[in-house]
């Protein structure tokens, strides 16, 4: 197992590098299969956030799955304690979920839902392409798979990023996989079943809501369709 250590805006020191050593067999122990451990500690500079100075990632990476959690706190051993006990509690749902498909478990229903929550940003570890400072030249731009461009709109203090994700269409219910798996409160993905962009979402308590885009050509196509074969 290849552990990777991280720091943005930060040293890294040894001591903080043998506690991850040392802690992470608690991960090991719920996933034996894991192959990387990927870890970033980020410093805040700004002295009225000294209370959540230092945030840890943790991502996890076991042949196709991805888990990840994050915690921020005064110093990086509280964080990385805070990150771990999240970490595990989702390698734990994800391990048994994978006992409950075996066992035949019937998904929870999904209720139609009507607003999508604002994303949660995410930092990538590497792959970020600086571009022509303008939205547009952001939107316009080709990217590679992996690759993202961020930009700053003017003086502002907006910044649009953005990013190709390639992925294999999935159903419904392997989103919400996904979604626990990443720590999010949505997940966006191309439904197998429509070929639509779609957003699955946490609503409340263990209700989830799933929402599909579509235009309006294509809506009408499908309704003429169905018409003609009822035909």
Same mark, same amino acid.
């Given at each position: 197992?290849?552990?990777?250590?991280?720091?943005?805006?930060?040293?890294?020191?040894?001591?903080?590098?043998?506690?991850?050593?040392?802690?992470?067999?608690?991960?090991?122990?719920?996933?034996?299969?894991?192959?990387?451990?990927?870890?970033? *500690?980020?410093?805040?500079?700004?002295?009225? !956030?000294?209370?959540?100075?230092?945030? *840890?990632?943790?991502? +996890?990476?076991?042949?196709?799955?991805?888990?990840?959690?994050?915690?921020?706190?005064?110093?990086?051993?509280?964080? !990385?304690?805070?990150? !771990?006990?999240?970490?595990?509690?989702? !390698?734990?749902?994800?391990?048994?979920?994978?006992?409950?498909?075996?066992?035949?478990?019937?998904?929870?229903?999904?209720?139609?839902?009507?607003? +999508?929550?604002?994303?949660?940003?995410?930092?990538?570890?590497?792959?970020?392409?600086? +571009?022509?400072?303008?939205?547009?030249?952001?939107?316009?731009?080709?990217?590679?798979?992996?690759?993202?461009?961020?930009?700053?709109?003017?003086?502002?203090?907006? *910044?649009?990023?953005?990013?190709?994700?390639?992925?294999?269409?999935?159903?419904?219910?392997?989103?919400?996989?996904?979604?626990?798996?990443?720590?999010?409160?949505?997940?966006?993905?191309?439904?197998?079943?429509?070929?639509?962009?779609?957003?699955?979402?946490?609503?409340?308590?263990?209700?989830?809501?799933?929402?599909?885009?579509?235009?309006?050509?294509?809506?009408?196509?499908?309704?003429?369709?169905?018409?003609?074969?009822?035909?």
């Amino acid at each position: 197992m290849e552990i990777v250590i991280t720091g943005r805006h930060t040293q890294i020191k040894q001591k903080f590098r043998d506690v991850v050593d040392s802690k992470m067999n608690r991960v090991t122990a719920i996933a034996p299969d894991t192959q990387r451990i990927q870890i970033v *500690v980020s410093h805040e500079g700004n002295p009225r !956030l000294a209370d959540t100075a230092k945030r *840890v990632e943790i991502t +996890v990476i076991a042949g196709s799955t991805v888990v990840r959690a994050e915690a921020s706190n005064a110093d990086e051993f509280s964080a !990385l304690d805070m990150a !771990l006990d999240k970490l595990t509690l989702r !390698l734990r749902r994800t391990r048994d979920r994978r006992k409950d498909h075996r066992r035949g478990y019937a998904p929870v229903p999904l209720e139609a839902g009507h607003e +999508v929550p604002p994303s949660e940003e995410t930092a990538d570890i590497e792959g970020d392409v600086d +571009v022509e400072n303008s939205p547009e030249a952001a939107v316009a731009s080709e990217l590679a798979p992996g690759e993202s461009v961020e930009v700053q709109v003017g003086d502002t203090p907006i *910044v649009i990023r953005r990013k190709l994700h390639v992925a294999e269409p999935m159903s419904i219910d392997e989103a919400l996989y996904e979604m626990e798996l990443i720590g999010h409160d949505f997940f966006l993905f191309v439904n197998k079943a429509t070929n639509r962009p779609s957003v699955v979402y946490h609503r409340h308590g263990w209700s989830y809501g799933v929402f599909e885009i579509d235009t309006p050509e294509n809506v009408k196509k499908e309704q003429e369709a169905r018409e003609e074969h009822e035909a």
